[in-house]
């Protein structure tokens, strides 16, 4: 079997837009934890499903596969700021206030463009990471515009060319 070379790989990768999400969930003595992906979609409409990818040798790893409840927060346009912050390591996420227990206690940002509370159903193998499906629980969506990570840097969706 003939593999890509990791560099076109990740060049390729670059080329397709993706939502910036904060995972946050608490940890068993209450402490949060939260970390930036880019690897979060849908995955079913009936019942409806999540899923989030995070590194296996993230600090965070063994809370969320732990976890009986996690919160994937869609960031809103003016929160890159944010998503840098939670995609360092070494450093306390939380210290600059922004995250606020939202649905059911969990840290969320309520200014963020959606907020979706899931139930952990299964982490999956995927290689460097681990895929962490979840049943949503709750649903919060606001009128701030989101995200969008292409090319290596932060973007904010244009309107559609064709309607």
């Known amino acids: 079997m003939t593999t890509v070379d990791a560099t076109v790989f990740t060049a390729a990768m670059s080329r397709i837009p993706g939502p910036v999400a904060i995972a946050t969930t608490l940890g068993s003595a209450g402490e949060p934890f939260g970390f ?15 899923l989030i990818c995070l590194s296996k040798s993230a600090s965070t790893h063994t809370a969320f596969t732990g976890a009986k409840t996690f ?22 996420r939380f210290a600059a206030g922004d995250m606020r227990p939202c649905e059911f206690g969990l840290p969320g940002l309520p200014e963020a463009a959606a907020r979706l509370v899931c139930d952990l159903v299964d982490v999956l193998d995927g290689g460097d990471h681990s895929i962490l499906t979840g049943s949503v629980r709750a ?25």
């Open 36 to 50: 930036t992906g880019s690897a979060v979609s849908s995955l079913s409409l009936d019942p409806p499903m999540m």
């Open 71 to 92: 919160m994937i927060n869609v960031l809103a346009a003016e929160q890159a700021d944010v998503a840098l912050r939670f995609a360092k390591s070494g450093v306390d």
């Open 139 to 163: 649903a919060h969506v606001t009128e701030r515009i989101p995200l969008v990570y292409w090319d290596r840097s932060f973007h904010l969706p244009t309107p559609a060319l064709v309607s």
